[in-house]
């Protein structure tokens, strides 16, 4: 690995103290910050106002990019855009970009692979290769940041639901999170930001406390511990029970809306008596439910539910009077849909 600092893992006070260790004002790193987050330039010989000197100090001490762009797909749809990186040590990451309505939104990872195993998400299909660091989930947005700008465009929606588990990388999550939410940095509203999660209880209630407006998504799928536990196998350690205590003590602390995410899967959770248990169990919470039809990946048989069987599952939950909505797939050519994002060179 690489041992020089990276630029995008630095928050402005330690950017600040490697500046001052080499002789210079405080202020300069203020200025590095602008022409990162602001002028959103992507190499030091870029930052014109520093000295030559300055400039080339700068080159030589901090890695200024961890993500080299590999193979990068356009859906038909044309509106959504997925690519592949690959980080210092080779391993692979993969950005969605999607246009909806007025809406930029960008759907980053939080580590290569993931090691949940979730049967039905290509991303568990293939394991945990690494955890993030902070810099590498925030570069994600300001390169997609770049690229929107070259059209007059901006990010207006950053969702941490790529690939990975950002409760299972929970520090560098959330300080990307916070990085992005900086004034002097990006300015990215805490309410632009959606956090999935599959369900990790322990850290649920801790991001309870953490003041941040973010969203919250729990990807529930299931909703008693039998199926559940056979489609999400972290259910086995952290039970419908535990999980719907730690989402009413956040919707309590925080006053938020939680949103749940359930994958229809045709004739597995797809049912009038799943959607009857699942009314039970958001009974009186402040939730929204999600209902997407599940996305086709590699090692995983089930099919999606069809038409007939999603509206009939969406009007059994809202003529108990919970909210909810259909959404829309997208991506599904280039596998950039929810639970796709894998390797794709070596698939
Ligand atoms: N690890 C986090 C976030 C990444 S997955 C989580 O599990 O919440 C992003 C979303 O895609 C989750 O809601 C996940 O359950 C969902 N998902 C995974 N595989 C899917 C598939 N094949 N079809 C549709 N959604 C899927
Ligand atoms: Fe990991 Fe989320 Fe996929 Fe489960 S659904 S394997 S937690 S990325």
């Known amino acids: 690995m690489n041992q020089k600092p990276y630029i995008f893992d630095l928050d402005i006070s330690e950017l600040t103290k490697i500046l001052r260790s080499w002789g210079q004002p405080g202020y ?6 602008h022409g990162l987050y602001q ?33 990068r ?43 949940l195993g979730c049967s039905f998400c290509a991303t568990g299909q293939m394991g945990l290769r690494r955890n993030l660091s902070s810099g590498e989930i925030v570069e994600q947005v300001v390169y997609y940041t ?23 990388n929970y520090e560098s999550s959330l300080e990307a999170v916070r990085r992005l939410n900086h004034p002097q940095g990006l300015n990215f509203g805490a309410r632009r930001f959606t956090i999935s999660t599959v369900g990790l ?34 259910n086995r350690k952290y039970p419908l029970a535990e999980l719907m205590a730690a989402v009413r003590a956040y919707i309590k ?38 209902l997407i039809p ?3 990946t590699k090692d995983y048989h089930g099919k999606a539910s069809a038409r007939d069987r999603t509206e009939r599952f969406y009007d059994t939950l809202q003529k108990i009077g919970v909210s909810c909505t259909i959404r829309l797939r997208r991506g599904i050519d280039i596998q950039a849909g929810c639970g796709q994002l894998a390797d794709l060179e070596n698939e």
């Open 39 to 71: 002028s959103l330039w992507s190499k030091p010989k870029e930052f014109t106002q520093l000295s030559l000197a300055l400039r080339e100090q700068v080159a030589e001490n901090i890695e200024f990019s961890h993500l080299t762009p590999s193979t």
């Open 294 to 296: 599940l996305n086709p």
């Open 201 to 234: 209880v322990p850290e649920i209630r801790r991001f309870a406390t953490e003041g941040i407006q973010a969203n919250l998504a729990i990807s529930l799928h299931a909703a008693d511990d039998e199926l559940r536990s056979s489609m999400i196998p972290i």
């Open 253 to 290: 602390a925080t006053n938020r809306r939680v949103t749940f995410e359930w994958a229809l899967i045709d004739g597995i959770n797809d049912t009038i008596k799943q959607a009857q248990k699942l009314a039970a169990l958001t009974k009186g919470m402040l939730v929204h439910i999600n």
């Open 146 to 168: 770049r690229q929107l700008a070259k059209r007059g465009e901006r990010v207006t929606n950053v969702v941490l639901m790529g690939m990975g588990e950002p409760f299972h």
């Open 73 to 115: 797909l356009n859906s038909t749809d044309g509106e959504t855009q997925k690519t592949l990186f690959h980080l210092p040590d080779g391993h692979p990451i993969e950005t969605v970009q999607m246009h909806y309505q007025r809406r930029q939104t960008v759907c980053i990872s939080t580590q290569s692979g993931c090691a």
């Open 28 to 33: 300069r790193a203020q200025q590095i910050w």
